[in-house]
């Protein structure tokens, strides 16, 4: 499994960006993929998730971006995103796109490289 992260950039507070994870061995519509944040100097944190066909499909945020940030699929691209609204300076982080995974009954995800956010003051 290969999950590939690109749109990151610079953006000016206030602004937008989409975030795209293309992923190649493995179909995203049956897994539960999501997106996780590392900023300087802090411990990884949970973005968006966005569940499985088979698992209904349902979206959760983390509080600090409810109503900003908005995670998709498009499964004939096999393809999430997440767009990003109304930016502030402390969503300035390391984006990664996690796909859930379990081997033996222990979690083992697959993690993305990384897309630099930044967003200035």
């Known amino acids: 499994v290969q999950l590939v992260e690109s749109g990151g950039g610079l953006v000016q507070a206030g602004g937008s960006l989409r975030l795209s994870c293309a992923a190649s061995g493995s179909v995203v519509a049956v897994r539960n993929m999501g997106w996780y944040r590392q900023a300087p100097g802090k411990q990884r944190e949970f973005v968006a998730s966005i569940n499985s066909r088979n698992s209904g499909g349902g979206t959760n945020y983390a509080d600090s971006v409810k109503g900003r940030f908005t995670i998709s699929r498009d499964n004939a691209k096999n393809t999430v995103y997440l767009q990003m609204n109304s930016l502030k300076p402390e969503d300035t982080a390391v984006y990664y796109c996690?796909?859930?995974?379990?081997?033996?009954?222990?979690?083992?995800?697959?993690w993305g490289q990384g897309t630099q956010v930044t967003v200035s003051s």
């Open positions: 996690n796909q859930e995974a379990w081997r033996a009954g222990v979690r083992d995800d697959y």
